[in-house]
Nanobody, 114 residues
């Protein structure tokens, strides 16, 4: 069964940067879509950024697109986040979709606080 392993979360101060990484394991297929979602306490999970069509198409959440960048290398997807704000605090989930099936990582906590 495919697994998504996230890394890179943590506690940073406002204005700092953070890079999240996710690698898909237990699969030999190149996944169609990979990306990141996030969920803050008391809110619904929301899309942050995704790469589809095996990395040829990229979609960003409009409110974040000036501060984030997603990159893809085979079955690894990275999310670079800059100028972080307290409202970026959330659990960030790696996401993948392949042959009609969605996969989720366990999530990594990102906390922005001074």
């Amino acid at each position: 069964q495919l697994q998504l392993m996230e890394s890179g979360g943590g506690l940073v101060q406002p204005g700092e940067s953070l890079r999240l990484s996710c690698v898909a394991t237990r699969t030999s297929a190149r996944l169609e879509t990979m990306g990141w979602y996030r969920q803050a306490p008391g809110t619904e999970r929301e899309m942050v950024a995704t790469t589809s069509n095996w990395g040829k198409q990229t979609v960003y959440q409009d409110a974040l697109k000036d501060r984030i960048s997603i990159s893809r290398d085979d079955n690894t997807v990275n999310l670079q986040m800059n100028s972080l704000k307290p409202e970026d605090t959330a659990v960030y989930y790696c996401f993948a979709r392949h042959q009609g099936t969605n996969y989720w990582g366990q999530g990594t906590q990102v906390t922005i606080s001074s």
